[in-house]
């Protein structure tokens, strides 16, 4: 399984009503869980991932807003998870890019990978476009071990 994993998406003061205003959608000032899930959505639509060009359907895993007055501030967070699956990966070189389209008049971005915590997964390299809205993450894949899985 691949993730994508967006941890977290921290509004500052400038955009912050802006943000809000994407996501609490009858201007109650509370975040539903409709409005929550609704935001997921629109969130998921603005993201491509893809491994070695194929285009992967991306899944909310799971999500967690902060109240409105909390992202009003410039630092509460919404945090969200999302992972897409594939089939089986052939062993050698591959190239993981995800593309971020998410309000891109007012977003600052940053795509970053960490060493996964199995052996089978070396990353190689990280390239991203001038904004960050744009990253590809090359990988090498070796078969596991017993000792690795």
Do not use: C, W
Request: hydrophobic share 40%; aromatic share 4%; no cysteine.
């Amino acid at each position: 399984m691949v993730e994508a994993v967006i941890r977290t998406l921290t509004p500052g003061v400038a955009v912050a009503e802006q943000v809000l205003a994407e996501i609490d959608r009858d201007g109650d000032g509370a975040i539903s869980t409709n409005e929550a899930a609704a935001y997921a959505e629109l969130l998921k639509r603005d993201l491509a991932l893809r491994v070695d060009g194929r285009t992967l359907e991306l899944k909310l895993s799971a999500s967690e807003f902060v109240p409105p007055e909390e992202l009003r501030t410039g630092s509460g967070t919404i945090q969200m998870e999302l992972s897409a699956i594939f089939g089986p990966l052939a062993a050698g070189p591959h190239k993981l890019t995800l593309e971020n389209r998410h309000l891109t008049t007012i977003s600052v971005y940053l795509i970053n990978a960490t060493q996964p915590r199995f052996a089978t997964v070396q990353i190689t390299r990280q390239k991203r476009n001038e904004n960050q809205s744009s990253g590809e993450i090359e990988f090498n894949f070796h078969s596991a071990s017993p000792k690795d899985r």
